[in-house]
Structures are given as structure tokens and as C-alpha cells.
């Protein structure tokens, strides 16, 4: 995750300069007084002041979680959601080879211009594969014990001990390829510790960078909720020196306290985003009577803001991530005060430069606390975005926060929508464009038949006040018209400019086209019903959808869909994968890094799709097998005459233990990144394959 990040909220002193005319005694213009500094306007976040007001608002976040609400799962109103939340109107996953004609697929993201970590990358040359989360789910340590017959180590979430991989190689992989044969061979590798999980990696010029966790708790359920899932955890950040790919070197190691939830990378800038839950040892979080609960108001009373501020070390050299005025918290005065407000576990937003400062060392540019609850994150080009859920009676609330990429990060001003980003979907629901935020939210009912209400918003920074204004919602009075047909959940959202796709679902698949040209009145401008669903969209052209979904039969299937008419959107077709497997599932329906895209031509493209199915033969049996499947979009530039053409497909041994699925493209070699392994061919001919590497 990704985030660079400064001073939360950021207190700006306007200098004003007064000067005089310069002339002599004869000058009769009157003096004019220098202005008085007004204070830069405050909006919902306002910065702590003093340490003392930062460790009240931790005891205060204390007192809340050891009420009643730890026991109903209720953290500050946070929610299980998904934390990353990114959305942009065109992907960018193609990078052109500097020394050579040919192309080659990168990692596909959301923003342009703003890199995101993953467990493969590629830089032309070299694939850098590390362990995935899957292949180290579990970890042994000290001090394990068990609560309500879940295993605890260290207040993170544990599987039984006989789960527990023991990988022999739990390595990063570095093989050199050759794109001309499809081949790859390994050249080098770098050994890595058992005990983290290697959340994914950035290639940042001759430098690697992995980032690692010490906690593998997934990112929603009970585990995110919790704050004690959040204490003794810590993020690392290893750079390494790949220069000489046969023997790579660790340059340096930053352990952050804190668990990771995301980052980003922008230039030479990896922001990353953490949640920290200081320790407060002694402390009953269910205490039964009344001395127990004399005891947690000593231990409350005790705490410093020295107990309270994670800490930070660098090669070994510990030192303090920032300080008490660095953090903000919810102005108690605001009109749009959250139903809760306090916390003890503090989302850290952090920018680490990796270029090399005077001294040789990367170093943290900026470090912020934000103290309420966080339930998700976007990062634009411009800025990041912290998304805060709230429970108000039986209705549910977003609060958005900015925090503008300038020279500095600095906090713009909060908003509020009514629903819910989390879901189906969540990393697409929020995008920036044309100065505008728009949202994606759905409210859940009581009503059985109809639980779900969806709505867009389209919000916009106040030019006076430190605030995200709505300046418009669809459905509305004047356009009462719903999103969705009764009890239809919300499945495929995509951005595209001017232009909102949402594919809602309950028995077939209605693909809505929103009209926001006029960011102050967005309209429903065209709706097609077909079946099955699409749960990911990717915008082929201006004229051109692609859906990946499911289809009636449960099989996964693509779709093509005109979309040259926002008012008369129409398919091209459809293609239903494996439809003879008894059960499949992609992992690019949930993830997008393992969709591969890459424009070819004027009229062609290439993309590319994992799978993972059961087959049953009542010769052989039943057997499981992993699938790169490949496909061309043909006549993108005459879109009525647009479709899809399945070249072939990459057969691979399937990897139950490892569920890792990646595909790069290099010039016309294929390279599908099956678990660890590696399985390649050449476009041409699928049928002949290398494998596995």
C-alpha cells in the first residue's frame, strides 16, 4: 500500500512582506498596514497541539474498545472492507523497452503514473518473483496462546500449527529472460526471512524494494476490526542492489512499527500506510469488576506520548517515526461529527525517498498519524484520499479526507456520503477527475425487497474552506430513477472520464452507463440487461468494454461491449472459459495485477487471462490444472466490427499451496507466473510451451 505521507494536517503560516516606496519625505501615500495573517481554514481534522491532548485521545480510544462495543466486533466504526481503494479511468500496463523495439507489460494499475506493489515484477530484462501471502499464511513464535479457541502469537491472528508451510526456498527469484525463445533462466535469488510475509515488491532503477509484514491477517473480518490485531506488528522496507542481478545486496532495512495495510509508488517515493496499536500492558479489555477496572485507569493514567509514538530504525538505528503534532484527530466543534470519534490504533501515513540523500541513506520524507477509525484509501496523482465508515443509528456514512500531493502532503478538507464503499468492487469506486471526486456507495436496507440502495456522488474541494463539498448524487429528486433493479447487489464499477460503468446483479446482468459530463447532474444514460455478470471492466477505448465476469452456468466468461452510444450500449459477445470444467475461478475477476493488457496495434490488442479449474474424465478421473488463457481484441478502431479471439491457452500444474497467478508479455514471448513457477511460450504458438522454469 502506498503513502507518502507528511504532516496529516499541516498548520501554513502566510508570510506577507510589507515594503515602502522607496521615495523621500515628499512621499504622501498613507502607510499601509501590513496585513494580518488569517489562520489557514480548519475543516473535520484539525492537528493535535500538545503530546498530553494526543495520549488523552488514546485513553479516550482505550475506554471505547474495552466497552461493549469490542464485544459486538465494533472498532470506531470500521468496517471489514477491503483497504486498498483505487480507481483509474485508463490503465496503464505497457512499458516500452528503451533498447529495443519490442514492448513489454508491467504491473497493471489503477492511476497512471502511480506504481503498485506486487509479488511480481518486471523490468524488461529480469522477472522478480517473491513468495506470495498464500505461501507463507502462518508463522510459529514465541508466546502463543489461545482466546475463544482461536490462536493468538503476539495479539495476530494464527492458523493451527499443522498448517504451517515450511517452504525450503522462501526466496525472491530473479531469472533473466529471452524474450526471442520464450525462455527465462535463474540467474540469482535473495534469501528471506521465514518469519515475514512479503507483501510485494517496486523496481525503482538499479534498487528492489520489498516490503514485508510480520502479521498475516488478511484484510477484512474480525482481524481488521480489531486494535489488537494491530499491536507488535511491524512493516520492513528492504532495498536492495540489483545492478548485478547474480548477486544482489541488501543496501538497507526499515522496520516501521506499525502492520501494513498498502502503498504506493510515485517517482523515486514509496508511500506506504500502516495501523499501529500502541501497548498498554496491565490492560483488561474485558474487565468483570471493579478492581479490574481501577487497574486499566492506572495503566490509562500512565501512558506517555513516548509509549504512545511508533517508533522507526534503519539499519539497526532506532529512532522516533515523528511526534505527538504530526497526528490529527476529529475537531469535537464540527458540524459533520462522526457518530465515534476516537481510537487507540493510529493509521500511519508514511514517504520513504529511495533516492540517496547527502548521507547515502533513503530517508523518511514525511510521517503523519491520522487518530480515528480508517476503513479505506485511494492515491490519485494529486492526492490521497482516507475513507472513514460511520454508523449512525441503522444508516450508514463514508467520510473522506484529502491530503494534497504537493511538494509536501497536506490535508485539503473532509466530506461525507451516505453508504458504504466496501464490497464488490472496492478498489474501483472512488476516482479523481477534472477536480472532482467521485464516489460509489451502496446503503444496505432493511427492506427484503429491496436491500440495497447504490448512489453516485460527485464531490469537489471548497475554494474557501477546508472542506469536500457534494455538489451532486444520482438517483436524486429530479432523477428518482435507482441504480440496479430490486435486491441487486453492485458487482463491475470502472471510471472512464466523463463516463461511469456499474453492472448490478441478481439473476441477469444489467450494465448501467452514467453520464458525468455535467459533474453537477449525472444521469443514467443508457442500461443493458444480459446474462450472467461482469465484475471487472477494463476500458478497451473510448468505444470499446471489456467484462470479465461469470455467466449463467457459473463458468467465468469475457464479454465485449459497445459502448460508442452511451444511450445504446450493446455486446459483441461473449466467451464462456472452460465451460466443460466442473468448477473454475480467475483470480483477475478479484485482483487486478492478474489481468495483463497490452495494446499492439491501431486495431489490435492482447490480453490475457489466468484460470484455475476441475476437470473430471471417466477415463482419467478427476485432476485440477491451471490455465493461461490468451485473447486478441480485434478492429478496436471500427468498433461494430469488434471482437474477441481466443489465440490459446498455457497449461500449468496446478499449485493449491500457492495461488499466485501472473502473466508479463515481451514482444511476442508470454511468460505466466504459476505459484513459483514459471511457464512460457511464444504468442504464434501456444501449443509449444516451456515449462515450468
Partial sequence: MFYKYTLLAVSIALCSCGGGSGGGSENTNPTTPNPVDEPAPTGLLIPVETQEQLVESFRQGFDEIIEPAVETGMDGGTTGGVMPVVDMPVAEATSSDSAASRSFTTTYTLEKGVDEHDAVKYDGSHLFIAPSRSMDCCFIVDDIVFEDDIMIANDAIMLPEETVMQDDEHSIRILATDPEQAGATQVGSIELDINRSVEGLYIDGSQLVSINSSGWWGLYGEAF?????????????????????????????????????????????????????????????????????????????????????????????????????????????????????????????????????????????????????????????????????????????????????????????????????????????????????RLVTTQFTSDSADRFDHQVFVLKQSETTAELETVATLPNAERPNEIGKPNEDLYGVRFLGDTLYLVTFERTDPLYVIDLSNATDPLIAGELSVPGFSDFLHPVNNELLLGLGQDENQAVKLELFNVASIESPYSLGTVSLAPEASWSRSEARYNHHAFTYQAISESTDRFSIPLSLGLYDKNDGYREEDRLYLFEIDSKDTPELSSMIEVGHIKAKSQWWNSLQRAVFDGDAVYFINGSSVWSTLWDNPTEQQGPL
Avoid at 500506510?273 to 490509562?300: C, F, K, W
Fill in 225 to 437: 476490526i480489531s486494535p489488537r490485531t494491530w499491536q507488535g506488528q511491524s512493516t520492513g522496507l528492504a532495498i536492495y542492489d540489483i545492478s548485478d542481478t547474480a548477486n544482489p545486496t541488501m543496501d538497507w532495512q526499515i522496520d516501521i512499527e506499525g502492520g501494513f495495510i498498502s502503498s504506493r509508488k510515485k517517482g523515486d517515493t514509496v508511500y506506504l500506510v500502516a495501523r499501529h496499536t500502541p501497548r498498554a500492558d496491565g490492560l483488561h479489555y474485558y474487565p468483570s469488576d471493579d478492581e479490574m477496572i481501577a487497574e486499566n485507569q492506572t495503566t490509562l493514567d500512565a501512558l506517555s506520548a513516548e509509549d504512545i509514538l511508533p517508533k522507526i530504525s534503519i539499519n539497526g538505528t532506532e529512532s522516533s517515526l515523528l511526534g505527538a503534532t504530526d497526528c490529527s484527530i476529529t475537531d469535537a466543534e464540527h458540524s459533520a461529527l462522526p457518530a465515534r470519534t476516537y481510537t487507540p490504533t493510529m493509521t500511519l501515513l508514511i514517504a520513504i525517498d529511495l533516492a540517496q540523500s547527502t548521507d547515502g541513506e533513503p530517508s523518511v520524507a514525511q510521517a503523519i498519524c491520522y487518530m480515528e477509525p480508517t476503513s479505506g484509501i485511494y492515491v490519485s496523482e494529486n492526492a490521497i484520499y482516507l475513507t472513514q465508515t460511520d454508523y449512525q443509528n441503522s444508516e450508514t456514512r463514508t467520510f473522506v479526507h484529502k491530503y494534497a500531493l504537493n511538494e509536501e502532503i497536506s490535508y485539503s478538507g473532509s466530506g461525507v456520503v451516505a453508504g458504504n464503499i466496501s464490497g464488490s468492487s472496492t478498489d474501483f469506486r472512488i476516482n479523481e477527475y477534472a477536480d472532482h471526486l
